[in-house]
C-alpha cells in the first residue's frame, strides 16, 4: 500500500467529485469519509452501505467505490478483485477494465494487463490509455528479464511490519538513517483514518563497524508529534533537519508543510515550519500540502512536491532558494514539463554530481510509483527523465531513494514481495563485476597438455603477474587473496612460452564489458627444437622467378609476427623445389627464394642477423617421383609437386638479445 498518504490529501474531492451525485441517500458518510481523504475508514462505510442498498445499480457504484479506495491506496491486489465484482455486477462504465490492467500491471502480471486493456479498448477504442497502458507492459517485462547489475535486499534489521520508508542519512560518516515509520512505538494512540495505521514517527537508527543496525528509536517529542511525520533530509554538516510533518484534527482535512530544526548532538530544536507558498493552508478540500525536502548538493536551493499552483496536476516537484540559514527566499518554482507530469511526481532527491531523482507514476513504469533520474540540464533545469529500471524499480511502488554519497550504493522504499511489511527500506548497490581468466595449453603438434608453461599476464593498469601451467596444462587468474588479477576496463597482453617452444601472445579485455565474465582459452605451442622444421604458409613465386610475389609477401605476415611473438630466437629460412629441372639450377633458385624471404623481413625491421637464408634445391621431396609418377591424373601429380615446393624454417637458438637491451660496452681502463 502506498504511504504517498502524506500527500494524499492532495487527492481528495477529485476522485468522486462527479460520482457522488445519486448516492446522497445510501453512502453520504462513505463519500465524506473519501472526500477527506480517509479512504480506511471510506471502505468500511461502503462495505456496510452495500448491506442496507436494495437497487442493483447502486450496489455496483458502492462496489465501484470500494475498488476505488483500495486503488488509490495501492492495493492492487484487492482493487482488481474489487474492479471484477464490479464487472460482475454489471458497473456501466468499462474503465473498470482499464484499471483491472493498471491493477494487474501493479502485481506484475504483465501478460494479464495487457488482456485486460485490450478488453477495454474493445468497449472504449478512443481512450489511449489502453495502448499506453499495453506498451508500459511490454517495457516493464523486458526491463524484468533484463535487469541493471545492481543487487537489492530488504534491510530486515530497520523493517517493522508495518510501513517503513524514507530514509536519509543523519551524520557525515552516512553511518546513520533517520527514516519514518508507523510501528507501534510511534507517538500518539488514534488510527490514521488513511491507511488504518498508527501515525507516523521519525526514528533513526546506527550501524555498526560489521553493517549491523541498532535497533531504531524515535526522535525526541520536539520532532514527533501525535500527528504524521515522515519523508526527512539533512544538509551537509547533519547539523540542520528538514523534515514533513501534516497535522491531524479529527474528521478534518489538513495539508502537510516542511520544517527545519536544528541538530546538537543527539537533541533537536524546536522546529520552525517554512513558509514555501503565498497561500496559507486551508482546512478545506483543497489544502496545499507540501512535503519531502531534498537539498541540492551546494544547499543553496531546497526540492519538495506540492499541490501548490501553477503545477502540472496532481503533486509536482518544486524548488526554492535558500538564504544563508538554511531558509526559503523568493517564490517557488515548478520544475516544468521537462520533469513534472500531470499525475504525482514526488520524492525528490539530488546526487552529488547534480543529477535529481525522484517518484512518478506519470511516466511509463513497471507499475505503481517508479523511481526516474533527471539529467542536469542547466543552472536550475533539468530534463531528459529515465526510468532506473528493474531490480530497483518493480511493478509495485518504489521511491524516496538515497545514494551514499558518489558510492553506487544508497537505500530506497518499497512494498514488493519479500519485505516485512507495508512499505520497507530495501539497501542496493551495484556490485562489482568479478572477471576471471583460465584456460589450458597444448602442444600443437601432439595435442598434449603441457605442463609447466609459463602464462605472463600485463595489464593496461600496469599489474603484471605470472604462473606455471599444472600437470593437466590448466591455469586459472582468479582471486588474488581479498582481490581480483582480472578488474573493469583494463586490458590484458597474455604470453604463453615454454623452453623449446615458440610464444604464443593473446589479449583479452574488460573494458566496455556491462556482466562478470570468465575468459577461458585454449593455447597451443609449437614446438622448436634445433631439429624441429616448422612448415609456413605457401610462399609463392611465379615460375622460374624468385622474386616475392605479393601473395608470398602475405604468406611470410605469420613468419614476421612469429619472429615478433619470439624475440630472442634466431632462426634458419629454409627454401625447397620440386624436383623437376637440374639439381644445381634448382639449388640456386632455392636459394635465392630464401634470400627474398630474408631480404623482406628485415625491410619489415627484422634483424638480419636473427634469419639465415639456406636454399634446399630438390634434396628433400616430401613426395618422391615414384610416388608422382603413380598418380592417375595431371591435377594430383601437379598438387603432389606443389607440395614439394615449399618454405620452412627452423629454430637455431633461443639466446638472440635484442639491440634495445644490449648493454653498451664498458670502457676498457
Known amino acids: 500500500m502506498r504511504t504517498s498518504k502524506f500527500l494524499a490529501c492532495l487527492s481528495v474531492g477529485l476522485l468522486f467529485s462527479t460520482m457522488a451525485m445519486g448516492q446522497a441517500k445510501l453512502g453520504e458518510e462513505a463519500d465524506d469519509a473519501f472526500k477527506k481523504g480517509f479512504y480506511f475508514n471510506a471502505i468500511e462505510l461502503y462495505k456496510k452501505a452495500y448491506t442496507t442498498e436494495k437497487k442493483a445499480s447502486e450496489k455496483a457504484v458502492l462496489i465501484y467505490k470500494v475498488a476505488e479506495c483500495y486503488r488509490v491506496l495501492g492495493d492492487a491486489q484487492q482493487a482488481e478483485v474489487w474492479y471484477e465484482k464490479a464487472n460482475k455486477a454489471q458497473y456501466p462504465d468499462p474503465i473498470t477494465y482499464f484499471y483491472i490492467g493498471e491493477s494487474l500491471k501493479e502485481q506484475g502480471k504483465y501478460a494479464e494487463a495487457i488482456a485486460a486493456y485490450n478488453k477495454y479498448k474493445e468497449k472504449n477504442p478512443g481512450d489511449m490509455r489502453a495502448d499506453a497502458g499495453i506498451s508500459a507492459c511490454q517495457v516493464a517485462q523486458q526491463w524484468k528479464d533484463s535487469p541493471t547489475r545492481y543487487s537489492v535486499d530488504p534491510e530486515v534489521l530497520l523493517n517493522s511490519q508495518q510501513y517503513d520508508f524514507s530514509p536519509t542519512f543523519s551524520d557525515k560518516k552516512n553511518e546513520d538513517l533517520v527514516f519514518s515509520s508507523t510501528r507501534p512505538a510511534s507517538t500518539g494512540t488514534e488510527t490514521d483514518a488513511i491507511v488504518g495505521e498508527s501515525f507516523s ?11 549491523k543496525w541498532s535497533e531504531p528509536v524515535k526522535l525526541p517529542p520536539s520532532i514527533n508529534s501525535p500527528a504524521n511525520e515522515g519523508a526527512a533530509t539533512f544538509n551537509n554538516r547533519r547539523n540542520l533537519m528538514y523534515f514533513t510533518r501534516c497535522p491531524h484534527e479529527k474528521n478534518k482535512v489538513h495539508g502537510c508543510d516542511i520544517w527545519m530544526s536544528k541538530k546538537v548532538g543527539s537533541n533537536y530544536a524546536e522546529p520552525e515550519q517554512l513558509v514555501l507558498h503565498p497561500e496559507p493552508a486551508k482546512v478545506d478540500t483543497n489544502v496545499i500540502t507540501c512535503g519531502h525536502p531534498a537539498l541540492s548538493p551546494d544547499e543553496t536551493m531546497l526540492f519538495f512536491s506540492s499541490n501548490m499552483k501553477g503545477g502540472r496536476g496532481g503533486k509536482d516537484i518544486w524548488m526554492i532558494r535558500l538564504d544563508k540559514d538554511g531558509k526559503p527566499t523568493g517564490q517557488a518554482r515548478n520544475l516544468g514539463p521537462e520533469v513534472n507530469t500531470p499525475k504525482d511526481d514526488m520524492f525528490p532527491f539530488m546526487r552529488n554530481d547534480g543529477s535529481l531523482y525522484f517518484a512518478s507514476d506519470g511516466y511509463p513504469g513497471m507499475g505503481g510509483l517508479d523511481i526516474f533520474r533527471a539529467e542536469k540540464t542547466g543552472d536550475d533545469t533539468w530534463g531528459h527523465v529515465e526510468n532506473v529500471k528493474a531490480p530497483i524499480n518493480s511493478s509495485m511502488d518504489d521511491y524516496g531513494i538515497i545514494f551514499d554519497g558518489d558510492e553506487e550504493r544508497g537505500y530506497f522504499t518499497s512494498n514488493r514481495p519479500g519485505g516485512k511489511g507495508q512499505d520497507d527500506i530495501w539497501r542496493f548497490f551495484m556490485p562489482d563485476m568479478v572477471f576471471a581468466l583460465q584456460g589450458t595449453v597444448y602442444d600443437k603438434v601432439s595435442g598434449e597438455a603441457l605442463s609447466g608453461a609459463k602464462v605472463e599476464v600485463v595489464g593496461t593498469d600496469g599489474s603484471n603477474f605470472n604462473t606455471l601451467t599444472d600437470d593437466n596444462g590448466g591455469f586459472s587468474f582468479a582471486e588474488n587473496g581479498k582481490d581480483r588479477f582480472i578488474k573493469e576496463n583494463t586490458t590484458y597482453t597474455i604470453r604463453c612460452s615454454k623452453d623449446e617452444y615458440l610464444n604464443v601472445n593473446d589479449q583479452v579485455t574488460t573494458v566496455g564489458l556491462d556482466e562478470s565474465t570468465t575468459f577461458v582459452k585454449e593455447y597451443f605451442l609449437q614446438p622448436a627444437r634445433t631439429t624441429d622444421v616448422i612448415k609456413l604458409p605457401e610462399v609463392q613465386y611465379e615460375f622460374d622467378k ?3 610475389t605479393q601473395a608470398g609477401k602475405d604468406s611470410l605476415e605469420t613468419l614476421y609476427q612469429t619472429l615478433i611473438d619470439n624475440p630472442t630466437i634466431t632462426i634458419e629460412l629454409l627454401a625447397h623445389t620440386d624436383t623437376r629441372g637440374k639439381d644445381a639450377y ?25 634469419m639465415v637464408p639456406k636454399g634446399m634445391g630438390e634434396t628433400q621431396p616430401r613426395i618422391s617421383d615414384a610416388e608422382i609418377a603413380k598418380m592417375k591424373t595431371e591435377e594430383e601429380r601437379e598438387a603432389a609437386h606443389q607440395q614439394n615446393r615449399r618454405t620452412e624454417f627452423r629454430v637455431l637458438n633461443f639466446d638472440y638479445v635484442p639491440k634495445d637491451q644490449m648493454q653498451p660496452e664498458q670502457p676498457q681502463n
Open 586 to 610: 634448382n639449388m640456386e633458385l632455392s636459394q635465392k627464394r630464401a634470400s627474398s624471404c630474408v631480404n623482406y623481413l628485415v625491410t619489415k625491421g627484422v634483424d638480419p642477423a636473427r
Open 546 to 548: 624468385y622474386a616475392l
Open 201 to 211: 514517527d521519525l526514528f533513526s537508527s546506527s550501524r555498526d563497524k560489521l553493517g
